[in-house]
């Protein structure tokens, strides 16, 4: 099984209609973060959480929400999805107590807003 | 503003012969920086990365990466190249300030196309 898993893996919407990308880890970290990948444009931070009391927007938050339920629990919202939301979206730990910046990725979700 | 930059969208090579993927960055400070290997329809895999010390650092799969600090440069390589090296590489470095974030800043990511 997968150390970080993201649900669902593909999925399609309407303009206006609300998502949520779960994502779930079992490496015990207790950072999480959201990462948007476009064409050409690489990997994008959306929020990031040091744990479950510390949200902190990152470079792109505008139009997301997310809500950190348990240390290892960590999920996106799209409260009115819109077109230019469609992106490969990934989830990623990190080790507080190793420091050293590696992160640890889901398979990835890709979302279309249609 | 710190940034990373891959400049070559596409690299091209024929298997069984060296690789080199480019990857330039803007920090302050001492950098840490990485590499990311992804394959279709899978999320990014740590390959390797640089904290300090040696400016050549080994990682996963044969690949290497030398770190020169003049050229603010961390050129991923291989010297020889398979078939099931083709990928989407992405360069990131961790920016001036985020010690304690874990956050990362990607470049924009480099196919990797290697031909038998």
């Known amino acids: 099984d997968a150390d970080v898993t993201q649900t669902p893996r593909n999925r399609i919407t309407k303009t206006g209609k609300r998502i949520m990308l779960e994502c779930s880890q079992t490496?015990?970290?207790?950072?999480m973060y959201w990462y948007r990948q476009d064409p050409g444009l690489g990997l994008r931070l959306i929020y990031y959480s040091f744990d479950v009391k510390d949200i902190n927007k990152g470079e792109i938050s505008d139009g997301y929400s997310v809500s950190r339920q348990a240390q290892a629990k960590f999920s996106l919202s799209l409260e009115s999805a819109i077109p230019n939301q469609t992106a490969l979206y990934f989830c990623?730990?990190?080790?507080?107590?190793?420091?050293?910046?590696?992160?640890?990725f889901g398979e990835g979700s890709r979302l279309t807003v249609l | 503003a710190q940034s990373v930059a891959q400049p070559e969208d596409q690299v091209n090579v024929a298997e069984g012969n060296p690789l080199t993927v480019k990857c330039t960055y803007s920090?302050?400070?001492?950098?840490?920086l990485f590499w990311y290997v992804q394959y279709p329809n899978r999320g990014l895999q740590f390959l390797l990365k640089?904290?300090?010390?040696?400016?050549l650092v080994k990682g996963s799969y044969g690949f290497e990466a030398e770190f020169n600090k003049s050229q603010t440069s961390f050129h991923l390589k291989k010297p020889s190249a398979l078939v099931s090296d083709s990928a989407l590489y992405f360069c990131?470095?961790?920016?001036?300030?985020?010690?304690?974030?874990?956050?990362?800043?990607f470049g924009q990511g480099t196919t990797l196309q290697v031909k038998p």
């Open positions: 920090v302050s400070g001492n950098p840490y």
């Open positions: 990623a730990t990190s080790d507080l107590a190793a420091n050293t910046g590696e992160l640890f």
């Open positions: 990131a470095v961790r920016p001036l300030g985020s010690s304690n974030t874990g956050k990362l800043i």
């Open positions: 640089y904290i300090t010390g040696d400016n």
């Open positions: 490496k015990g970290h207790d950072r």
